[in-house]
């Protein structure tokens, strides 16, 4: 791996990464607090140029301090490239960065290392510590600086974050260039349809439709609560999902131990599980779900209904000729609402697609 970092004014250097490898997991332990994480990657980076140490970086995991879903995550219907489903997140705050000149050097691999840069997410808690930068030296012209908070913002502003604006940009490059290589597989048209016609975007509303029936109560939650601000509201939508999740999966989800005490005592929780545990059978097909999810991903909409039968059976380890050409294809434009790119008014041929 090679990344750029700006040195000072405007120069840049090339500089090369080591990776340290910790195949068995090195655990790191904080002193001052006794507090253990986990020692996820390690990388020393150099100067191309002379082989000069540059800084040492930690990437740190640390165990959930409250493992499960809970009321204060947030939920959301989500698709990509081939899949979609329910998913929570939970808000974390912003990155920052601190810089300090340490009383103590800390050595690393026959280095002393006066500088150190932290990364935080959320409130400066140590459990929101997620990475650290360690410094060897700084620059001639930086350690010029009379000032001592001059040569922390330095290393802070110019150094790491401009490290991780550069990193984030490559990750996005690399994300869009994935979304235009899938694309040219699964054009949004073909040559013979009208520029106006999107099957990504026909696609988006069929599979967001299909996930409200399968996440019923979750969808109605959403709607009805959402943005959920207050803790009742928060626990409706909680107790939905948690609903829904026992039906599809067969048990409910890991939820955190004071969330879960909570929702025992709500009679909207309870008659909503009672439901889900006498639902009988899934709310959305097996078969259904497969044809949606590899409409695009796997081209079946440019497919005839021979094409099709073919296709499907084989992509989902059914036997030759399980499911009909004719009734998927019923299916997927009747019940799923999705838009096949064959030619109008003739014989159903392959589509090739646009050269390139």
């Not at 970092?5 to 250097?13: H, K, P, Y």
């Not at 048209?189 to 999107?198: F, I, K, Q, R, S």
């Not at 959402?226 to 803790?231: E, K, L, Q, R, S």
């Not at 909570?262 to 439901?275: C, G, I, P, T």
């Amino acid at each position: 791996m090679k990344a750029v970092t700006d040195i000072f004014e405007g120069r840049e250097r090339p500089v090369k990464w080591q990776t340290i490898p910790h195949p068995d997991g090195t655990t790191i332990c904080f002193e001052n607090s006794g507090q253990v994480c986990l020692l996820r990657e390690e990388t020393i980076a150099s100067f191309a140029d002379t082989g000069q140490p540059c800084f040492v970086r930690l990437k740190f995991d640390w165990p959930s301090a409250q493992s499960g879903v809970s009321k204060e995550h947030q939920f959301a219907f989500v698709t990509w490239h081939g899949d979609a489903g329910a998913a929570y997140m939970k808000e974390v705050g912003p990155r920052w960065l601190e810089a300090v000149k340490l009383d103590k050097p800390q050595p690393f691999h026959g280095y002393l290392h006066p500088y150190r840069v932290d990364l935080y997410e959320g409130p400066k808690a140590l459990t929101n510590l997620k990475e650290r930068f360690y410094f060897t030296c700084l620059p001639l012209e930086v350690a010029s600086f009379k000032d001592e908070q001059l040569k922390l913002e330095w290393l802070a502003k110019n150094c790491v974050a401009n490290l991780l604006e550069r990193e984030a940009k490559q990750r996005h490059a690399k994300a869009k260039q994935l979304e235009a290589e899938q694309l040219k597989g699964t054009p949004a048209h073909l040559p013979h349809e009208d520029t106006d016609v999107d099957h990504y975007e026909n696609w988006r509303q069929a599979v967001v439709k299909l996930l409200c029936k399968k996440w019923p109560n979750l969808c109605a939650a959403m709607k009805a609560f959402g943005p959920a601000n207050t803790g009742q509201d928060k626990q409706k939508v909680l107790s939905a999902f948690i609903a829904d999740y026992r039906t599809i999966f067969g048990e409910p989800p890991d939820v955190k131990k004071e969330d879960a005490a909570e929702l025992w005592k709500d009679d909207y929780y309870v008659d909503l599980m009672n439901k889900a545990v006498n639902a009988g059978g899934l709310p959305v097909d097996k078969m259904l779900w497969q044809l949606a999810i590899g409409w695009l991903a796997k081209g079946y909409y440019r497919m005839n209904e021979k094409q099709l039968e073919e296709a499907f059976n084989r992509d989902w380890d059914y036997q030759p000729g399980q499911h009909k050409g004719n009734t998927l294809a019923k299916y997927a434009r009747d019940r799923i609402g999705l838009l096949f790119a064959l030619k109008r008014g003739r014989p159903e041929k392959p589509n090739s697609l646009p050269p390139g």
